[in-house]
């Protein structure tokens, strides 16, 4: 008997949730965002290696932008269209990202800045004696 081998596929589930929270973290090497429900379940992510970038270019602006509109094509798939986006980092990716989100049709309730700042910092070294 020959038996017929059928590839199983995930398939993209509309989860009807309709709100959620974008976390854009920007470093100087790479941009990632992240795309959670409000409790804070991951819903997917994306950077600049996963659309195929590598090195020193996934640094660039144009591969935040890519990832960021990637992942709002996923995010509009599972039938999200509200964020919240937190960016947190000093990259180059930063306004392309939240550019790319928008663009991809999704509407951006808040943005906010959550960037760890110090209040007063390490202590300082001892002083120099000649």
Not at 15 to 29: D, K, Q, T, V
Not at 96 to 109: C, D, E, F, T, V
Request: charged content about 20%; overall charge positive; hydrophobic content about 30%.
């Amino acid at each position: 008997m020959n038996k017929k081998q059928y590839t199983k596929t995930k398939k993209k589930i509309n989860r009807g949730i309709l709100s959620g929270i974008a976390n854009i973290h920007c470093s100087f090497n790479n941009t990632i965002i992240t795309i959670t429900d409000i409790k804070g379940n991951v819903l997917g992510w994306s950077n600049g290696g996963t659309v195929g970038f590598k090195g020193s270019r996934k640094a660039t602006p144009f591969a935040s932008s890519k990832a960021s509109n990637s992942l709002a094509q996923e995010a509009l798939q599972m039938g999200l269209k509200n964020l919240d986006i937190r960016v947190k980092g000093f990259g180059p990716g930063r306004d392309p990202a939240i550019r790319g989100l928008y663009n991809a049709g999704l509407k951006i309730n808040s943005l906010s800045d959550v960037t760890p700042l110090p209040h007063n910092g390490v202590r300082p070294p001892k002083k120099r004696r000649i």
